[in-house]
């Protein structure tokens, strides 16, 4: 299936209500679908989640792209993104968090990061659990890495059928975001952001207060 405008623009429309910002997740995807639905939509977020496939479509495509990298980050590549990264969904260490410090330090900017929460039932998803999210952002750290700016949360539900457990994981993403949000201290956390939301389930998130919805096959096609 071919980058469908159509199809994009259906799903902008719907999320404007909410006040959602699309990411077109590109992975695996030529530039070309990229560079149409940048010119024939005005599309700018984009998300991707491999280190070298994200820094190449930056280097070839127009510099006014907004890169999100969703997926799991090593330390020992956080240079690589950390001179143009618009936003780090995927922060699930607090080495990760210092090493993304180091390197936005070194290029002489902030970097905008969530923290990846853990919300699914299947084990290997990556992401902290709640408590140790809260520890991590209720404790001076956060503040110390004055290059960083903890700007949301992000989440990715259980990939089955039951909406009930799905709305059910993004509700309780949500309510911890709530609670935990208004109380946290330091000029470097907001946690304004809330990343849930995938092609099948992108709608539940929406229900449920997500803010950036990362969106691949419904809006590229399948991925082989
Ligand atoms: C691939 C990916 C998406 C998009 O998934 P689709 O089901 O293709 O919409 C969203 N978030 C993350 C973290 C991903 O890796």
Do not use: C
Request: hydrophobic share 40%; no cysteine; proline share 3%.
């Amino acid at each position: 299936m071919p980058a469908n405008n159509l199809t994009i623009r259906q799903y902008l429309s719907e999320l404007t209500p909410y006040k959602a910002t699309l990411i077109a997740v590109s992975k695996t995807k030529p530039d070309a679908l990229i560079q149409a639905f940048y010119d024939q939509v005005g599309q700018r977020d984009f998300g991707e989640n491999k280190v070298q496939e994200l820094v190449g479509k930056y280097e070839r495509l127009p510099k006014d792209i907004r890169w999100h990298m969703i997926g799991h980050l090593q330390t020992n590549k956080v240079k690589y993104l950390a001179p143009f990264v618009h936003l780090i969904h995927s922060v699930d260490s607090e080495k990760l968090l210092r090493e993304i410090n180091k390197e936005a330090r070194k290029n002489n900017r902030t970097i905008k990061v969530l923290l990846q929460v853990h919300i699914a039932q299947e084990t290997e998803k990556f992401g902290f659990s709640m408590e140790e999210a809260q520890r991590l952002l209720e404790g001076n750290t956060v503040q110390e890495l004055v290059h960083v700016n903890v700007v949301g949360l992000m989440g990715m539900a259980t990939n089955t059928t039951d909406e009930q457990q799905i709305h059910h994981e993004f509700a309780q993403l949500k309510a911890f975001q709530d609670t935990l949000g208004p109380r946290l201290k330091g000029p470097n956390i907001h946690l304004d952001a809330l990343s849930i939301g995938m092609s099948g389930d992108y709608r539940i998130a929406l229900q449920n207060g997500g803010t950036l919805i990362r969106i691949g096959t419904a809006l590229f096609g399948s991925r082989d």
